[in-house]
């Protein structure tokens, strides 16, 4: 799909790898919503980029407040052409502590905001693409979901993470078939070790450890690489059904 004038929707825009992907695609010629809760710096974000970019302060584990969110961005832009699902977070908890058994609560909180609020805004984002006209490829949309590769190999203390983003990875395929008939695809990027908000909380030390452990480039993943690879899917018509690793050939060790 040619990203220069459709309407993008990122969630979790407004900073981190979300933040990198509204750039990319305000600098490709889209129109973009931003839906994040971070009221303040949304509105920076609009404010700095211009007519192109729409903030809507948005909770994408509350159902209302996602339709309210896409219903305002079609009254903005027209359309829904592509979605990325960057909102999301990660806890550090052993499954059975020195306090006892994980809470309950925390890991229901975390797969609600990861698994189920990605589900949220890709299911309601799809119902508005199908109302779009299909390009020459009879394509109408694109869904990209954000999951990790703690997926694939998560760490000590990731229990509730690695299950939440295993469901993101679990559910692309299926959704992709699902909406395969509407001219939709869908798919997913798993990334590795990246220099975010989420991370910027570890020590340092901490993050220079983990980078030696990248086999090439040996360095943390650069925001404008994960925005590239959005760029690239977007693009490519035989891309779906499928997650790819930004990782620089990493894999987890255990912590």
């Not at 129109?31 to 404010?47: F, T, Y």
């Not at 779906?240 to 060790?253: C, F, K, Q, S």
Request: aromatic share 6%; charged share 20%; proline share 5%.
């Amino acid at each position: 799909m040619e990203i220069a004038k459709r309407t993008a929707v990122v969630t979790g825009g407004a900073s981190g790898l979300g933040e990198g992907a509204v750039r990319m695609f305000v600098a490709e010629g889209a129109n973009v919503a931003i839906m994040d809760v971070n009221q303040e710096r949304g509105a920076a974000l609009e404010k700095e980029l211009g007519l192109g970019a729409f903030f809507v302060k948005t909770d994408v584990t509350d159902d209302e407040d996602v339709t309210r969110a896409l219903s305002a961005i079609v009254k903005r832009f027209g359309a829904v052409d592509c979605l990325v699902c960057c909102a999301g977070t990660g806890i550090a908890q052993r499954t059975v502590s020195k306090d006892g058994p994980h809470p309950l609560k925390s890991f229901e909180w975390l797969v609600k905001l990861n698994l189920v609020g990605t589900f949220n805004v890709a299911s309601k984002a799809a119902s508005h693409m199908t109302k779009n006209e299909p390009n020459q490829e009879g394509e109408r949309g694109v869904i990209i979901n954000v999951a990790s590769v703690a997926a694939f190999d998560g760490q000590i203390g990731q229990a509730a993470y690695a299950a939440s983003k295993a469901g993101v990875v679990g559910m692309t395929l299926p959704m992709a078939r699902d909406l395969s008939g509407l001219g939709i695809r869908v798919m997913a990027i798993a990334p590795g070790i990246f220099w975010t908000p989420l991370t910027n909380v570890l020590p340092e030390e901490h993050m220079k450890r983990l980078a030696e452990t990248i086999p090439f480039p040996r360095r943390a993943g650069k925001i404008d690489e994960f925005a590239r690879l959005v760029r690239d899917i977007v693009n490519n018509p035989y891309l779906n059904g499928e997650t790819i690793r930004l990782d620089g050939a990493v894999r987890m060790p255990p912590k």
